[in-house]
């Protein structure tokens, strides 16, 4: 648990922690490059400022877009569209917080 205490003897030490927030998509999209990277991106902004404002104000942070691009949701995989297995688009929409 990270209290007030915890918080600030991070701040003090010379490598403090690290959250990196990564906002996953799914391929779908009529351009979807383009489109799917930037709402990757809105989604790790999002976590950040929604849920972990009181965190990370006090802690180094990376935030950073995946896109569809992860190897865990790959669009060639699975041709033609209708192969896709049930659920697996939505696997593919989520946030990835890591601490380094």
Not at 6 to 34: C, M, W
Not at 78 to 94: E, I, N, S, T, W
Request: with cysteine; net charge positive.
């Amino acid at each position: 648990m990270i209290t007030k205490g915890s918080r600030n003897q991070n701040l003090n030490v010379k490598n403090p922690v690290i959250l990196e927030i990564a906002g996953h998509t799914d391929f779908q999209g009529e351009s979807y490059k383009f489109d799917n990277q930037k709402l990757s991106l809105q989604r790790a902004e999002s976590a950040k400022n929604r849920y972990l404002s009181q965190v990370i104000d006090e802690y180094k942070d990376v935030v950073k877009a995946i896109g569809y691009g992860s190897k865990m949701c790959n669009r060639d995989d699975f041709q033609p569209k209708h192969d896709l297995p049930k659920g697996y688009v939505a696997k593919c929409r989520k946030i990835e917080l890591s601490i380094h």
